[in-house]
């Protein structure tokens, strides 16, 4: 949707109409009465794609304009590659085209970001947030709500590679953990996700959609935020383009970023706050001095071993033909089948490394062979994955110009720090010993990446720096951190320092990675945020 008439005086900016975008208008609309304009990038979310559990992997795959694939540097940790991060670009954002994993990391997670932010972050702060916008379908305690809008169920459709790998797993001694969103993750067990029924539940879905009749809401799609306005160390408004149209509009209380981990430090940047040095290599005058802007970039590194299997156990060929045309009839008619899934019905956590049993890998079966150079031609196959809960190494986020529709320089620096790459490597170890352990070793008929000859420690890790890639989580760029940390961009409320009437609200505020999928988190965290702002924090 794009309302026009955008230009003009609100009482909010949201800037980024993605997940934490939605949660923040959404809130400031419906219990605040407050007029807010809303700024997203992308276009609307009205794609029946999106709609589509299965429609992740043909947007992801196949391209869609509703993904930006960022372009990071020349990463000379990463045989010298250039790494695609795929961002959402529409409105909804990441949970617009995500595969829906509603996670939310652990406990220790949570004390990290206390422990820096100074207090208020902490697992039994953040819990009354994943309660009031939790509408789970199967569980209903201390840890879980059933009533809010945000839909939470169990996968709607298993292929069978699922059962093998759960059931390996086990007999591998990794237990069934029916909820890994109670504050431990260890075990292995089913993935939660955003979906109502047969259909995915968006940030938009969820928050947004209820107030989107309201004429307090104005929704500006194919809107580039430029600049944020500054005037007596005040934020007054942004600066965007829309339709080939500079535009300015007027914020009476708060302008609020919630653009991502990429976007929101280069628009700050832009605006003359961050590093005062690079600024002025840019030409901008700095408006404050903030050297933490763009630092501090984490992100989940996953690796993959490809396997080809005897048979159909995934979901290879149900896209096509016939096929194709029975599995979109029962998801039509019956609202399951093939279409109703994400394609990632399972998910373990492994303590490979940590001296104190904590989850330090992030395990997945994809019930696909994963296409790549390496795996050959894509047959019947299962692709295992193994991520970094907690990566060390650390990135940046920096202009390229001043010239804000250049996207920005993003430095991953992934394995920079060589404890990094060895835990993938033992990730990959561990992924082989699944592989080849009953009852999953039945249906799998060869390895085709890293491949058979691959089996060293040093070969094993050219691999991993070779074919490392995000699990499109990027966060931290804008960190919270207590008063005198020279390096925290906002305060423990998610003021940036500095100016009044500017906050942040999206993963760039974390000053850690949590150890899962970030979705759920940014949008608590943005509930949390919005409650901090109008004081009704506890």
Not at 524 to 531: F, I, P, S, T
């Amino acid at each position: 949707m794009d309302k026009g008439g955008s230009e003009g005086s609100y009482d909010y900016i949201v800037v980024g109409g993605g997940s934490s975008g939605c949660v923040t208008a959404g809130r400031l609309v419906r219990e605040q009465g407050a007029r807010v304009l809303l700024l997203e990038a992308g276009g609307d979310d009205d794609d029946p794609l999106i709609r589509m559990p299965a429609g992740t992997f043909k947007m992801m795959l196949g391209g869609s304009p509703h993904i930006k694939s960022y372009q990071s540097s020349p990463q000379p940790h990463l045989a010298g590659r250039i790494v695609p991060i795929p961002q959402g670009n529409v409105i909804g954002g990441g949970s617009s085209v995500n595969v829906m994993a509603y996670m939310r990391g652990c406990e220790e997670d949570y004390a990290r970001w206390d422990q820096a932010i100074g207090g208020g972050w902490s697992w039994a702060d953040m819990l009354p947030h994943f309660r009031r916008q939790e509408g789970n379908v199967r569980l209903d305690d201390e840890s879980h709500g059933s009533d809010g809008p945000l839909k939470v169920s169990d996968p709607h459709y298993k292929v069978s590679a699922t059962s093998y790998f759960l059931r390996t797993m086990q007999k591998r001694g990794l237990s069934f953990r029916h909820d890994f969103n109670a504050g431990k993750l260890v075990g292995v067990g089913y993935l939660q996700t955003t979906m109502d029924g047969p259909r995915r539940c968006s940030a938009a879905d969820a928050f947004l959609a209820p107030c989107r009749g309201d004429p307090r809401l104005t929704i500006a799609t194919h809107a580039v935020a430029t600049c944020v306005r500054v005037e007596d160390g005040r934020a007054v408004g942004v600066e965007y383009r829309h339709k080939g149209r500079s535009c300015f509009a007027a914020a009476s209380r708060q302008v609020i970023l919630t653009a991502g981990a990429l976007a929101t430090p280069k628009l700050l940047m832009l605006s003359g706050i961050g590093d005062a040095e690079h600024l002025r290599s840019h030409g901008i005058d700095p408006i404050v001095d903030l050297p933490g802007v763009g630092q501090n970039l984490q992100d989940h590194v996953v690796v993959r071993l490809t396997t080809a299997t005897d048979g159909a156990f995934g979901y290879f060929g149900q896209d096509r033909g016939f096929r194709m045309i029975v599995n979109g009839l029962r998801y039509l008619l019956f609202k399951d089948g093939p279409v109703s899934s994400n394609g990632a019905e399972c998910i373990g956590f492994a303590s490979l490394d940590a001296p104190d049993g904590a989850a330090d890998t992030q395990l997945y079966c994809l019930g696909i062979m994963w296409p790549s150079a390496r795996s050959g031609p894509v047959t019947h196959g299962v692709t295992l994955m193994a991520s970094l809960t907690q990566p060390r190494s650390r990135g940046s986020v920096r202009l390229r110009s001043s010239d804000p529709f250049d996207d920005p320089i993003v430095d991953l620096n992934w394995l920079s720090e060589q404890a990094d790459a060895d835990l993938l490597v033992k990730g990959l170890r561990y992924l082989r010993q699944i592989a080849d352990s009953e009852p999953l070793a039945s249906i799998i008929a060869e390895e085709r990446a890293p491949g058979p000859l691959v089996q060293s420690d040093e070969a094993l890790e050219r691999y991993v720096r070779e074919t490392a890639e995000s699990a499109y989580h990027p966060v931290g760029t804008c960190r919270a951190g207590k008063d005198g940390d020279p390096m925290a961009v906002l305060t423990p409320d998610l003021r940036v320092r500095g100016i009044d009437g500017l906050r942040v609200f999206d993963a760039s505020m974390m000053p850690n990675i949590v150890s899962a999928n970030t979705n759920a988190v940014v949008m608590a965290a943005a509930d949390r945020g919005v409650d901090l702002m109008v004081g009704r924090a506890g």
